[in-house]
Structures are given as C-alpha cells and as structure tokens.
C-alpha cells in the first residue's frame, strides 16, 4: 500500500474530524482551518494521503519546549496503514536527538505505537491526563527514558 505524503494544509484537518479514531474523538473539535494554520506556525506538519483521501496528519511542535514535540492524528481506519505511517514518522524523526510526545493516559494503542516509534513513557505529564514520552537517539538516554517508569 503506497500512501502519498504532503504538507498539511488546513482542510487536512477538517476532512480527518469526523474520521478519527475513538480515542481521539475528543479532539475532534479543534480540528479547524485556523488550529492548523497555528501548528504550521510553530513546526512543519504532513499529511498522509491514500487514494487522495487524508488518513493521517502528524508535525512537530519546535517551540516552548527543550526538544521537540510530535504530535500524530490519525484517522479511525488507519491501522491498515501503520506499518506505512510509522515508517514516514521515523524518517521525520531521524534527524532529531531528543524529541517528545504526550499520549493521553490509558490509550493502549497510543502507547504501543509510541514504543514501536522508539518513544519510552517517563513519571511526568506533558499536560494533565497526557503522560509525556521521549524519543532518544542511541544508547546514552537516561534511565528513565530507557527504561521508563
């Protein structure tokens, strides 16, 4: 399955609102012309297309924060497309020693596509209910981003 990647513009994220997956429904309400155009404007972001339909959208934030932060939205029939969409977000984050992610607590799914993406969880909240997971190139990370908690 071959999908095609772009830059994310802003109906991107209005053809994914009614197509996200259950555990990311809540966010569905931000999903507007305008909030794409503010993560455009603190980090680059993509879409990726199958049969030119949007299936997921992901970027990094590149402000406020020590390292970056990924972000991924991915639509409720994306799984069929995970081994795809993971490796396009291991390329995105090749580049970058340190990057950092939230998943919202008790999202298995979440959880386990961060640990395929090389993320660990740490004891920290990213922001209430988001547990903060960090991504680290080679083996000096820290215990606890090697480990986890």
């Known amino acids: 399955m071959s999908l095609e990647v772009r830059p994310l513009v802003p109906a991107d994220f209005v053809a994914l609102r009614g197509r996200l997956q259950e555990a990311q429904r809540g966010e569905a309400r931000l999903l507007t012309p305008w909030f794409a155009l503010a993560c455009l404007d603190v980090g680059p972001a993509w879409t990726a297309l ?3 339909e949007p299936v997921a959208a992901a970027g990094l934030y590149l402000t406020g924060w ?4 990924g972000w991924a939205l991915l639509a409720h029939d994306a799984g069929r497309r995970l081994v795809a969409l993971t490796r396009l977000v291991r390329r995105a984050l090749a ?4 990057v950092a992610t939230g998943v919202r607590r008790g999202f298995r799914a979440g959880e386990r596509w961060a640990c395929v993406l090389g993320f660990v969880p740490t004891s920290r909240d990213l922001a209430p209910g988001w ?3 960090l991504r680290r190139r080679g083996p000096e990370a820290e215990p606890e ?3 986890g908690t």
């Open 145 to 147: 981003m090697r480990h």
């Open 131 to 133: 547990r903060l997971w």
């Open 50 to 52: 199958d049969r030119g």
């Open 95 to 98: 580049p970058f020693e340190v």
């Open 66 to 69: 020590p390292w970056p932060v």
